[in-house]
């Protein structure tokens, strides 16, 4: 059981993204840095605008939320 309990620590991803998570454009490749604006779509699932700085394009990308037990 321990080595389940393991599995899924490491599986689970915190909330703040990691650098090779950053989406890259569809049209040139750019990598995206920050998003325009974000969006809760839903309580588990925000949504990010982004807008390539290299040619202009955007769009938009979904991502789950990790709940926080901090109250
Ligand atoms: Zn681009």
Request: net charge negative; charged share 10%.
């Amino acid at each position: 059981m321990t080595a389940i309990a393991e599995i899924l620590s490491t599986a689970m991803p915190r909330s703040a993204p990691r650098g090779s998570d950053l989406p890259t454009c569809p049209v040139c490749a750019d990598t995206m840095v920050a998003a325009e604006a974000s969006a809760y779509l839903s309580n588990s699932v925000v949504s990010y605008l982004w807008t390539c700085d290299t040619c202009g394009y955007g769009f938009v990308t979904k991502h789950p939320v990790q709940q926080i037990m901090c109250s």
